[in-house]
């Protein structure tokens, strides 16, 4: 069993950077792909980022360039670096852990980009 807990969101002006971290308890962490999905108020989830196991990364159009994910398999924990944020990119961030037999969420993070 896993158990993921996010944190790090809160409110930041536009342009401005926040580091979201997502702690695993339980082993193996190392073995698990870490995807950062992102719901914002009458939207589907939607996937942002993922770091494989072997630390391979993906983004989507709407933040590459902008949001960097990072993993510490030593401290069970995935990072997310968000620079530039925009309005648009106010949701609940949420980290999930995937591998070949198991899959976890965490609770969520809110995140809210306002002036």
């Known amino acids: 069993q896993v158990q993921l807990v996010e944190r790090g969101g809160g409110l930041v002006e536009p342009v401005g950077s926040l580091r979201l971290s997502c702690a695993a308890s339980?082993?193996?962490?190392?073995?698990?792909?870490i995807y950062w999905y992102r719901q914002a108020p009458g939207k589907q989830r939607e996937s942002v980022a993922l770091?494989?196991?072997?630390?391979?990364?993906n983004y989507s159009g709407s933040v590459k360039g902008r949001f960097f994910v990072s993993r510490d398999n030593h401290k069970n924990t995935a990072y997310l670096q968000m620079n530039s944020l925009r309005s648009e990119d106010t949701a609940v961030y949420y980290c999930?852990?995937?591998?070949?037999?198991?899959?976890?969420w965490g609770q969520g993070t809110q995140v809210t980009v306002s002036s």
């Open positions: 999930y852990a995937r591998s070949i037999r198991h899959d976890y």
């Open positions: 339980g082993s193996g962490f190392n073995n698990y792909h």
């Open positions: 770091i494989t196991s072997d630390g391979n990364t």
